[in-house]
């Protein structure tokens, strides 16, 4: 008896918690940053991770992704190349940015969250945290966010002057049942 009861917890457990998988093709990793005054966008490609996520249970849940650091894009092959180099992301080295979250709870909003985490870039590891959105798809889920950082705290850039400290990160992620 003992048995069964332990075997249907441990399957109803399973049945709450989703893991979702992201979609580089459906996704989208942007930022924006000043150079010389003017707004440059780019952005990154090659997402991997996993994602567990359950709205009713946020203590189960959470994100663990990378991008190829490699494929940053700003639509100019020579400031593409330049900033693949050692004195920005170097690729070489430190191939793809990671994210892992440490901590995922709802906002006072419906379907919206705020997520803490460990963020990498370089090999320099700072926590950030910021508001996302999760909006079900007919497969899983669309998470939408946006944060902020200072490149200088992740060594990106060196003692550029004329690029700016602070930079804005966008992200759109599907992520289908796995």
Same mark, same amino acid.
């Given at each position: 008896?003992?048995?069964?009861?332990?075997?249907?917890?441990?399957?109803?457990?399973?049945?709450?918690?989703?893991?979702?998988?992201?979609?580089?093709?459906? *996704?989208? /990793?942007?930022?924006?940053? =000043?150079?010389?005054?003017?707004? $440059? !966008? #780019?952005?990154? @490609?090659?997402?991997?991770?996993?994602?567990?996520?359950?709205?009713?249970?946020?203590?189960?849940?959470?994100?663990?992704?990378?991008?190829?650091?490699?494929?940053?894009?700003?639509?100019?092959?020579?400031?593409?190349?330049?900033?693949?180099?050692?004195?920005?992301?170097?690729?070489?080295?430190?191939?793809?940015?990671?994210?892992?979250? *440490?901590? /995922?709870?709802?906002?006072? =909003?419906?379907?919206?969250?705020? $997520? !803490? #985490?460990?963020? @990498?870039?370089?090999?320099?590891?700072?926590?950030?945290?910021?508001?996302?959105?999760?909006?079900?798809?007919?497969?899983?889920?669309?998470?939408?966010?946006?944060?902020?950082?200072?490149?200088?705290?992740?060594?990106?850039?060196?003692?550029?002057?004329?690029?700016?400290?602070?930079?804005?990160?966008?992200?759109?992620?599907?992520?289908?049942?796995?």
């Amino acid at each position: 008896m003992f048995k069964g009861i332990l075997l249907t917890t441990l399957v109803m457990a399973g049945l709450q918690s989703q893991f979702y998988i992201p979609s580089d093709s459906g *996704s989208s /990793i942007k930022f924006k940053i =000043k150079n010389l005054g003017i707004s $440059v !966008t #780019g952005s990154f @490609t090659g997402l991997k991770g996993k994602i567990q996520f359950d709205p009713a249970n946020l203590g189960t849940s959470s994100i663990e992704a990378t991008v190829d650091a490699g494929t940053v894009n700003t639509g100019i092959d020579l400031r593409d190349d330049h900033l693949r180099k050692e004195e920005y992301f170097n690729v070489k080295n430190y191939p793809q940015i990671r994210f892992v979250s *440490s901590k /995922i709870t709802k906002s006072n =909003k419906a379907g919206d969250y705020l $997520v !803490t #985490g460990n963020l @990498t870039i370089r090999n320099v590891t700072k926590e950030i945290s910021f508001p996302f959105t999760a909006s079900p798809q007919s497969r899983g889920f669309l998470f939408k966010g946006e944060f902020k950082i200072n490149r200088r705290d992740f060594k990106v850039g060196g003692n550029s002057f004329t690029l700016s400290d602070n930079l804005t990160v966008q992200l759109s992620v599907l992520a289908p049942k796995e």
